[in-house]
């Protein structure tokens, strides 16, 4: 969390809105571990990551969602989910994400 | 103008300040989203229901004094062995500690390394010329004075994720640096100083009273045996050391072994 308060910091004094996306759980191999946070503002710039980079564009997308609608969720990416999911980890693992506006 | 958001704001400030603090949100059940934050010594916002907020809050000092971040599951009144609410408490504590005595070259490079992963660093030595804020810049703190005098002071705050780093190599200031350590709860004392610096040592230690329990506790010769030779390298090895002995991970350390540590 620290390393991305600055950007968060500047994207609300310009009034952005903003999704926080935090690793909430990892099943097998990943590379970032649970808490590791990446924030999306309104205009999709990035700051922080959760994963080595194998699922942040579709992080930026679903961030992009929740912000257009408000809605909290928990998102999974890895081998297991192709079907739902066309991004995993190359790692073979499977990683939980919960993401939300930063609205408190 | 972005809404108000000031569970993010007391949340932000406390990282920033190094104060340790934890967030509790509902990921799955009733009130997804709804947040608790807890300090040692307050609580701030609501998971939804009274109960669940103090059992939540009581488990996330826990989670936060362990440093862990992860889910735990309740009932809808926080009862145990139920899952219909989740929660994630993500702990933000305090950095762990990096205590070295010895003001040397080999401290600027384990000063360096070690704010490197995280932690707030102290150097001290007993010699005015040598401990100053100049040589050690990237140090949190520079204190001029014996190593028996500082740990007086801190060593009750010292715990299992700290450590200890005696670089002096000097017996006067080494062995109530070590005995000093012994007492406190530190979870590394690392010692520098060749084999026959350390056999030496442990005889005096020995005369000082030091149990073999305690003789166990001590990381002498300090660090892995990586084969490296510059400060740099000898600080990597030994916050790798501290690393492997937090994992319980089987690598060799030169206390480990045998024969000159450089060859």
């Known amino acids: 969390m620290k390393e991305l308060l600055n950007d968060v910091d500047r994207w609300q004094r310009q009034g952005k809105a903003v999704a926080v996306a935090r690793v909430i759980d990892l099943d097998g191999s990943g590379p970032r571990l649970p808490g590791a946070a990446m924030a999306v503002n309104e205009d999709g710039e990035v700051a922080g990551s959760v994963s080595g980079g194998c699922v942040e564009g579709a992080v930026v997308t679903e961030a992009l969602d929740v912000i257009e609608s408000g809605d909290r969720r928990t998102v999974t990416f890895g081998y297991s989910d192709d079907e739902a999911f066309a991004v995993g980890l190359t790692c073979g693992g499977t990683i939980h994400l919960f993401i939300e506006p930063l609205d408190w | 103008m972005a809404a108000e958001t000031p569970i993010f704001t007391q949340l932000r400030d406390a990282i920033r300040a190094e104060s340790p603090i934890a967030l509790a949100t509902t990921i799955e059940g009733p009130g997804v989203g709804s947040k608790l934050l807890v ?73 360096r390394v070690s704010k490197f992963l995280g932690y707030r660093v102290t150097v001290c030595d007993a010699r005015p010329v040598f401990a100053t804020k100049k040589r050690f810049p990237l140090a949190d703190e520079v204190v001029v004075d014996w190593p028996d005098r500082l740990l007086a002071k801190i060593g009750p705050d010292l715990g299992q994720l700290d450590a200890v780093a005696v670089l002096t190599h000097d017996a006067k200031f080494d062995i109530p640096a070590i005995t000093s350590a012994l007492v406190t709860n530190v979870g590394y004392i690392g010692v ?33 045996d990586l084969g490296g030779r510059t400060p740099e390298e000898t600080a990597i090895s030994i916050v790798a050391e501290i690393i492997a002995l937090r994992t319980g991970r089987i690598v060799p350390a030169l206390r480990d072994t045998e024969g000159p540590i450089h060859r």
């Open chain 2, 192 to 224: 520098m100083g060749s084999r026959r610096t350390h056999d030496d040592r442990t005889v005096r230690l020995i005369d000082a009273g030091v149990t073999e329990d305690e003789l166990a506790r001590l990381r002498s010769p300090i660090g892995l």
């Open chain 2, 39 to 111: 300090t040692p010594d307050s609580t701030t916002g609501s998971l939804g229901n009274a109960d669940l907020d103090r059992v939540v809050a009581r488990d996330v000092l826990g989670e936060l004094a362990a440093g862990r971040t992860g889910i735990r599951r309740y009932g809808p009144e926080g009862q145990a062995r139920e899952d219909d609410v989740a929660v994630f408490i993500e702990s933000y504590a305090s950095p762990p500690q990096m205590v070295i005595f010895g003001a040397v070259d080999f401290t600027a490079a384990l000063a």
